[in-house]
C-alpha cells in the first residue's frame, strides 16, 4: 500500500531507487506553526476580594431604656423611615406634662405683666396712701401735744418717745405705699418683661427636648434594607449607643479588592472591569480607590460597584475575583507551549523547520494521509520563556519571524532529523 512517485527527466519517467522509497517511507510527519513576532504581550491578572454592603449599620438608640416592642426579625426586608423597636417612654411623657404646665403658667403670668397693672389695683393703692397720710398726720399732732405735757411735767419721757416712735412708723408705711403706688402708675418694666419672656422661653426649650427625647423612644431604619441580627428581645434595658438590629443595605452592593500599589495607579475612576462572583461574570465600574495601602497586604483597596440589574443576583460576604489585562512592552512570539522543550541553565528549546538541501526530491504519500508534505531538517533553538498562561506561552530567542516551529510530537525529535511538513 505504499504509491511512489516518478520523475520525469526529458520526457521520460523514471522510478526512484529502492533505498529512496525506504528512505522516504520512514520520514515523520510533523505540525509546525510559522513565527509572527509582536511587540508586546498581555497578561490576564486576577486579584481576589469580597462582596461587601454599601452601608451597614448597627442599630441602637441613643438613651437607655426597657424595650418594649422589637417589630423586625432576621431576613425581614424594612424601608427607611419605618419603625423597628420603641422604648418605654412613660416618665418622659409624665415630665413633658409637669413642663407644659409650668410653661402655661409662665405664659400666664407675662401676659399680665404685659397688660400692665389694673385701675382698681391703682385705686387701691392711692386710697392706701391717702389713710397712711391720714394716720401720720393725726400721729403728728399727738406728739406735738404729748410734747408740750412733757415740758409740763404732765407725762414721761417713755411716753413721749412711744407718740414719736409712732409718728416715724407711719412715715416708712407711708413711702413703701407710695413707691409702690409710682410703680403701679408707671406700669410693667421692660426688665420684667424679658425676665418673665426667659422663663417661658427655658420651659420651651426644656419640652423640645423632651420631645426629641420621646422621638428617638422610636428606632427608625435609616435606610431601606435586610435586617441581618436581631441581638435584643423585649423587656431587656438597653444602654444608650447599644446596638439592638444589624441592618444591611441591598440595594447598592459593592466589591471590595485589595490590588498591587502600581495596579492601582493605572486604574481610571468609573472604568468598567470583569468580576467573576460564584459562577457568574460581572461588569462592575471602579467608583473609589482607597488612598492608604493596607500594612498587611501593602495592597491599596479598590471599590466596584456591580450594575444595578445584577445587584441581585449577589450577596454580601461572597468572594469575588477581577481580572485585568495588562500589557507588557516586550518583542517575542507567542508559541504552544507543547512546542517547548526543557534545556540547560533555566532555558528552553524548540525545533524549527529548515530547507534541507540533500532531502528526496521525489514524495511519498502514505495510504492513512490526504495529502502530501515537503520535507524539512529539523534544528534545535534556544529560547526564552517571558510568560506562560498553559496553552500558549511568549518567547524570545534564537528565532526569527517566520520560522517555522514545530507545534507537536517534539519528544520525538532530535536535532537533525529529516521530517516532512504540509503547509496548510
Known amino acids: 500500500g505504499i504509491a511512489i512517485a516518478w520523475t520525469r527527466k526529458q520526457g521520460v519517467w523514471i522510478a526512484p531507487s529502492a533505498t529512496a522509497v525506504a528512505t522516504q517511507t520512514n520520514v515523520l510527519s510533523v505540525d509546525a506553526v510559522r513565527l509572527e513576532q509582536t511587540d508586546a504581550f498581555t497578561i490576564a491578572r486576577h486579584y481576589s476580594g469580597e462582596v461587601v454592603a454599601g452601608r451597614t449599620s448597627e ?21 427607611i423611615g419605618q419603625v423597628l423597636a420603641r422604648l418605654d417612654i412613660r416618665q418622659l411623657q409624665a415630665q413633658r406634662s409637669q413642663l407644659v404646665a409650668q410653661r402655661d403658667q409662665s405664659q400666664a403670668l407675662l401676659r399680665e405683666l404685659e397688660v400692665g397693672p389694673r385701675q382698681e389695683d391703682i385705686d387701691a393703692a ?10 401720720l398726720q ?10 408740750y405735757l412733757y415740758e409740763e411735767g404732765a407725762i414721761s419721757q417713755e411716753q413721749l418717745d412711744e407718740a414719736s416712735f409712732g409718728a416715724e412708723a407711719l412715715e416708712d408705711r407711708m413711702a413703701s405705699a407710695q413707691s ?19 422663663v417661658v422661653r427655658q420651659l420651651t426649650a426644656r419640652i423640645a427636648d423632651i420631645d426629641i427625647a420621646i422621638e428617638k423612644g422610636n428606632l427608625i431604619a435609616p435606610f431601606s434594607g435586610v ?4 441581638r435584643m428581645d423585649e423587656g431587656t434595658v438597653v444602654d444608650g449607643g447599644q446596638s439592638v438590629l444589624r441592618l444591611v443595605e441591598d440595594a447598592q452592593t459593592e466589591v471590595e479588592i485589595g490590588v498591587p500599589v502600581e495596579v492601582a495607579t493605572e486604574l481610571e475612576l468609573g472604568s468598567e472591569h470583569s468580576i467573576q462572583i460564584g459562577n457568574r461574570t460581572y461588569r462592575a465600574a471602579a467608583t473609589a480607590i482607597v488612598p492608604e495601602v493596607d500594612e498587611v497586604t501593602r495592597t491599596r483597596q479598590v471599590v466596584f460597584t456591580v450594575e444595578p440589574a445584577n445587584q441581585l443576583d449577589i450577596s454580601p460576604g461572597q468572594i469575588a475575583e477581577l481580572t485585568i489585562a495588562q500589557a507588557t512592552p516586550e518583542s517575542g512570539y507567542w508559541v504552544p507551549t507543547a512546542a517547548l522543550v526543557p534545556s540547560d541553565r533555566g532555558l528552553w528549546a524548540c525545533y524549527v523547520l529548515v ?16 495529502s502530501s508534505g515537503s520535507t524539512y531538517r529539523v534544528e534545535r533553538r534556544e529560547v526564552e520563556v517571558l510568560h506562560t498562561d498553559g496553552t500558549q506561552s511568549f518567547i524570545r530567542g ?3 519571524s517566520g520560522d517555522r516551529m514545530v507545534s507537536s510530537g517534539t519528544q520525538r525529535l532530535v536535532p537533525g ?3 516532512r511538513w504540509a503547509e496548510s
Request: aromatic share 2%; proline share 0%.
Open 59 to 79: 442599630l441602637g438608640f441613643d438613651q437607655s431604656g426597657e424595650l418594649v416592642w422589637v417589630g423586625a426579625d432576621r431576613g425581614d426586608r424594612v424601608e
Open 126 to 135: 392711692r386710697s392706701r396712701v391717702q389713710d397712711l397720710e391720714n394716720q
Open 138 to 147: 393725726l400721729s403728728r399732732i399727738q406728739e406735738t401735744r404729748r410734747e
Open 180 to 198: 409702690q403706688l409710682d410703680e403701679l402708675l408707671a406700669g410693667t418694666r421692660i426688665e420684667q418683661l424679658d425676665a418673665q419672656r426667659s
Open 227 to 230: 435586617i441581618s441580627e436581631r
Open 355 to 370: 530547507e534541507d538541501d540533500s532531502s528526496l526530491e521525489a514524495s511519498v504519500e502514505a495510504s492513512d494521509l490526504n
Open 398 to 400: 534564537t528565532v526569527e
Open 417 to 419: 532529523q529529516q521530517v
